[in-house]
């Protein structure tokens, strides 16, 4: 899975992004740009749909600690940390729902 292109902001883009913070609306001109407002979401729905291929593709969600996808994806990696996470009881519910959807056990 390619990751979008980091893009510079400009002025005109941090005056946007300002203007979301009042509003609570996201600027349709960054959106266009594929801009990505929440990088730990991001991250993570990124992480769960490279689980969810590893699933399909194998038939369960025990994934070796050093295991990369054929495109470098770091996906044992991200496990053991979505592992730490659990743990350390920073891991939302929401985010545990969505990996016990997929059988995936975090402790």
């Not at 009042?22 to 600027?27: K, L, M, N």
Request: net charge positive; hydrophobic share 35%; proline share 5%.
């Amino acid at each position: 899975m390619s990751r979008p292109l980091i893009r510079a902001c400009s002025c005109e883009a941090l005056t946007l992004i300002e203007s979301r913070e009042h509003s609570g609306e996201q600027p349709a001109p960054l959106n266009a740009l594929e801009f990505i407002w929440d990088v730990l979401e991001h991250d993570f729905q990124a992480g769960l749909a490279q689980l969810t291929s590893y699933k399909t593709e194998h038939g369960h969600v025990r994934v070796p600690d050093r295991f990369k996808t054929q495109d470098g994806y770091r996906l044992g990696s991200w496990v053991s940390s979505r592992r730490k996470e659990y743990k350390k009881g920073t891991l939302t519910p929401k985010r545990i729902d969505a990996l016990n959807a997929l059988g995936f056990i975090c402790g």
